[in-house]
């Protein structure tokens, strides 16, 4: 069984750009899809990247997706921040052999 | 508009049993599979559970299988979680989520609802 580690916590100033990483622990990152998902404090998850670098209409065009097969990762990078940006990011993808679905741990992004 | 809304939540003992629901509308509901995400308090998301179209594909976190039944009725456009033998660590906010693609198993989230409180505390 694999898992999807993701940094704890990210910040960085309003206007700036911010990449968040998920490094898939074993297996390949590009054998199944990843997605990113949005989750505001007292709210329901929202994606914001789907099957790996495809955006949800109504999602801004700030919010790219991106997988990287040297380093085993998938990277959700936000240009141009705002403060609503912040919030916690999660990254997921699935175990297709053991029919289950793995999400990483979070990343609390803090926008100042 | 889709719309899931979850039931069923509430506080129980250690050991005993809840049944979770999930009420679907807004969509064709025997199209697409379900699946259940659980978030413990001040905690990440946790897969929990889910289920095929046709309920033929149906796959449990290590953490609750044996203890978890999913299940859903398409004629009443509703998803169920049998819960047993419950444990303080499964107490959690019990999110249902719709996939995106017809008719696949595994599939992005596309819909979640608002989730509904498991206590689990003598």
């Known amino acids: 069984n694999f898992m999807l580690t993701q940094p704890h916590s990210v910040s960085e100033s309003p206007g700036k750009t911010v990449t968040i990483s998920c490094t898939r622990s074993s297996g390949s990152i590009a054998s199944n899809y990843v997605q990113w998902y949005q989750q505001r404090p007292g709210s329901a998850p929202t994606t914001v990247i789907y099957e790996d670098n495809q955006r949800p209409s109504g999602v801004p065009d700030r919010f790219s997706g991106s997988i990287d097969s040297s380093s085993n990762s998938a990277s959700l990078t936000i240009s141009g921040l705002k403060t609503e940006d912040e919030a916690d990011y999660y990254c997921?993808?699935?175990?297709?052999?053991?029919?289950?679905?793995?999400f990483g741990g979070g990343t609390k992004l803090t926008v100042l | 508009e889709v719309q899931l809304v979850e039931s069923g939540g509430g506080l129980v003992q250690p050991g005993r049993s809840l049944r979770l629901s999930c009420a679907a509308s807004g969509f064709t509901f025997d199209d697409y599979a379900m699946h259940w995400v659980r978030q413990a308090p001040g905690k990440g998301l946790e897969w929990v559970s889910g289920?095929?179209?046709?309920?033929?594909?149906?796959g449990y976190a290590d953490s609750v299988k044996g203890r978890f039944t999913i299940s859903r009725d398409n004629a009443k456009n509703s998803l169920y979680l049998q819960m047993n033998s419950l444990r303080a660590e499964d107490t959690a906010l019990y999110y249902c989520?719709?996939?995106?693609?017809?008719?696949?198993?595994?599939?992005?989230?596309?819909?979640w609802g608002q989730g509904t409180l498991v206590t689990v505390s003598s």
């Open positions: 997921q993808s699935y175990d297709s052999s053991n029919r289950r679905v793995v």
């Open positions: 289920i095929s179209w046709n309920s033929g594909s149906i």
């Open positions: 989520a719709k996939v995106s693609r017809f008719l696949e198993w595994l599939s992005w989230f596309d819909y």
